[in-house]
């Protein structure tokens, strides 16, 4: 499995000729350069209730199957769940994921805000792998985010939406993050990883990944 991050809560997983895209976004809303790729799934964790808002989302999709709400889906050999995060901001549809792909568990947390107004999360998220975890305000603090992540205990931890170059609107520093577990990994161009590589891990490493989307 290759996994690449274009800043924000936008990934690439790709496994032999599959793939999937989480979270796309556009220069205007973020200030980084579009994410242009096509993929086989493409998640998104939020979205708004407004009908027109959510047809022009899913017309942004060019191709592939778009999933953008709680639910349970099978396709492509892999097993997506998705479970309504309950937030402050009423005015969006949140939703935290879980992806079980061959023999690796993704979970992908979203625009998570609150660990205690969101227990199911906890109830779903349980052997995960890889875990990508917002690690800034307005979402997850680093504190939190640090808690949660010792609360779920994956493999390996990513974290997402905090500042990098280009990036408009406010948010920490992945260093803030890292202070809480007192590690200053390298940053990575993308992970390549597989299963009995993973199960090495006797406690959560913490992956930083360059965003490919910065300007």
Not at 6 to 15: I, P, T
Not at 99 to 108: N, P
Not at 206 to 214: D, P, W, Y
Request: glycine share 6%; aromatic share 10%; proline share 4%.
């Amino acid at each position: 499995m290759i996994i690449t991050w274009y800043g924000e809560g936008c990934f690439k997983v790709q496994a032999g000729e599959i793939s999937l895209k989480t979270d796309p976004f556009e220069k205007a809303d973020t200030g980084l350069t579009t994410p242009y790729f096509n993929a086989d799934v493409t998640l998104r964790s939020r979205c708004s209730f407004g009908e027109e808002e959510r047809k022009e989302m899913v017309s942004a999709v060019n191709s592939g199957v778009f999933i953008y709400s709680p639910g349970e889906y099978e396709l492509k050999g892999i097993t997506i769940r998705g479970v309504q995060l309950v937030n402050d901001d009423t005015e969006f549809l949140d939703t935290a994921y879980t992806i079980q792909w061959g023999d690796l568990k993704l979970g992908h947390l979203g625009h998570i805000h609150s660990i205690k107004t969101n227990p199911r999360v906890m109830e779903m998220f349980t052997d995960i792998d890889i875990l990508f975890v917002p690690v800034s305000a307005p979402y997850l603090e680093a504190g939190d985010a640090a808690t949660l992540v010792n609360q779920i205990a994956p493999k390996i931890a990513i974290p997402m939406y905090y500042a990098v170059k280009g990036l408009t609107r406010k948010a920490d520093d992945v260093s803030v993050f890292l202070k809480e577990f007192g590690v200053s990994p390298e940053v990575q161009d993308k992970l390549t990883t597989k299963k009995k590589d993973i199960d090495q891990h006797e406690e959560t490493q913490i992956v930083v990944l360059k965003a490919q989307s910065q300007t």
